[in-house]
């Protein structure tokens, strides 16, 4: 296991995910549990650019300049132990929505809420292809005595169309694409595992058949008590998964090889995003303790609008 340096960027934020570097260098995460977004400047400096309310989870910058954030529902939450985490539903969960926010006014638009007549569970995280749409994970929610199952879609940027791509999934988190935009990564948060899926046109994979449970091709099971998180991938083509428990980033190869395991400084790096000019950095969300930490990564990021966190 690899030990960076890491830098702790901001503090005292209530579970911050979906690392997005915008236009003028700063960092925009969300506040799971304060239903916004903040951007975070050079010298720590936390600003609010809009209030999502629900659950902000990931969110990337879309090939217009604005925000496209999936947002899960909400939570219940429990602070213990200087630990905040989600425990559950809230009392006002009604289900989840896929939100356009304008980075200059603040102002929030829902493009979807529900899939050929379902409405959406818990949207998680989001990559953009080069076709003017996007994949999102729903994980599904947990409830007291059964579960949603999880699934992937693909919508339209313009709020057109939404289609379901693959179903079913067991809480289906980290997405990403591969950088010659052919293969959709998925993982799989409460198996640990990562699944990889040929795209035959935009919004549609081949899948593979029985004993296969969702049309996927696993590439790795991390095995253990590990869960995945977020997931982004590198210029090399290799998948770099937020790891929980463990507390790291896993790298693995297209081809299935476990290269590295990152170390990182608490249990729930939910999330990471390659920024900086040479996208070689890397900042890393550290939900339970509420802050946003930066490193340099071995390898370089994609320089690609695509490239979501959640």
């Known amino acids: 296991m690899t030990k960076p340096d890491i830098e702790i960027v901001a503090t005292g934020l209530h579970f911050p995910e979906g690392p997005v570097e915008l236009p003028d260098g700063s960092i925009a995460v969300v506040e799971i549990g304060r239903g916004r977004i903040v951007r975070i400047r050079d010298g720590g400096k936390q600003e609010v650019v809009a209030v999502t309310n629900g659950g902000p989870n990931g969110m990337a910058l879309g090939p217009d300049g604005a925000l496209y954030v999936c947002n899960n529902g909400g939570f219940s939450w429990v602070e213990e132990g200087g630990w905040l985490r989600p425990v559950g539903l809230p009392p006002d969960y009604s289900g989840g929505v896929i939100q356009k926010v304008d980075i200059s006014t603040g102002e929030v638009m829902t493009l979807y809420d529900q899939c050929d007549g379902r409405t959406l569970s818990g949207p998680n995280d989001i990559v953009f292809d080069n076709h003017g749409g996007f994949y999102f994970t729903d994980t599904g929610r947990v ?7 999880g699934a992937v879609y693909y919508g339209k940027a313009d709020g057109s169309s939404i289609t379901k791509v ?124 509420g802050q946003v930490g930066r490193l340099r990564w071995p390898e370089k990021g994609l320089r690609l609008q695509h490239q979501g966190g959640g």
């Open 143 to 149: 409830r007291e005595f059964y579960r949603d199952h």
């Open 166 to 289: 693959v179903f079913p999934l067991l809480a289906p988190n980290g997405i990403g694409l591969s950088p010659d935009l052919k293969t959709l990564y998925v993982a799989e948060m409460e198996t640990a595992r990562l699944w990889s899926y040929a795209i035959t046109e935009p919004g549609v994979v081949d899948k593979r058949p029985f004993p296969s449970s969702n049309g996927g091709e696993l590439i790795i099971g991390l095995g253990g008590f590990q869960r995945l998180d977020s997931l982004k991938v590198a210029a090399s083509g290799n998948i770099c998964v937020s790891t929980l428990v463990t507390g790291c980033i896993t790298v693995v190869s297209p081809r299935g090889e476990l290269l590295d395991q990152v170390w990182m400084p608490e249990i729930y790096p939910t999330n990471l995003g390659f920024v900086g000019q040479d996208l070689q950095d890397a900042v890393v969300t550290l939900s339970l303790t």
